[in-house]
């Protein structure tokens, strides 16, 4: 296990990676209001805000997980998360998760993002990799994903039925061997 007690704050050019804050909620759900945000990340149309709210309310807590807000540094709010969650003891290594809400996209601020959460996992813990989904109809976030170093590693076939098409789930890894030859 990784513990992950310590939510840090992580200053990059144009973001900041932080924990939760209270001021945060209308942002968040904002984004997860949002019709791109919930096509791409294969969500429900359904919104619980109360439920919603009480989930991130308990993000700070959390030991076993790092979920950290995506404060855009030219407007101050939150346009995302970041998450690293689900470890797998076998591979010791973890899930990775990011979501950009409408104000933060196409500048950017999803890569800065990525980059960020990768550097400060393979240089504060000792995970050997790190792991995501995405599905195929999300080109822009799967050039992201393998712009900063994350190679397919499987494929789950229809994975999601969207509008009455099947869509493919695409599997990518990073492990810290190549992040560190690509960082070198």
Not at 96 to 104: D, E, Q, V
Request: include cysteine; aromatic fraction near 10%.
């Amino acid at each position: 296990m990784v513990y992950l007690g310590h939510k840090p704050i992580i200053d990059g050019e144009k973001v900041v990676l932080r924990p939760f804050k209270d001021e945060d909620f209308p942002y968040i759900e904002e984004c997860l209001k949002d019709s791109e945000v919930i096509k791409l990340t294969g969500s429900s149309e359904g919104f619980d805000r109360e439920l919603v709210m009480a989930w991130y309310n308990t993000r700070n807590e959390q030991t076993d997980r790092l979920d950290l807000a995506i404060i855009d540094k030219s407007q101050d709010i939150l346009v995302g998360e970041v998450v690293v969650n689900l470890y797998d003891e076998k591979a010791h290594g973890m899930n990775f998760r990011i979501l950009i809400g409408p104000r933060g996209r196409n500048r950017g601020l999803g890569t800065e993002s990525t980059e960020l959460i990768i550097e400060y996992m393979f240089k504060n813990t000792t995970l050997n990799q790190l792991t995501l989904s995405v599905f195929e109809f999300n080109p822009r976030a799967k050039n992201v994903y393998e712009k900063v170093g994350f190679v397919i590693d499987s494929i789950n076939e229809n994975e999601l039925e969207h509008d009455g098409e099947w869509i493919d789930s695409i599997n990518m890894i990073l492990t810290r061997e190549n992040w560190l030859v690509r960082n070198k």
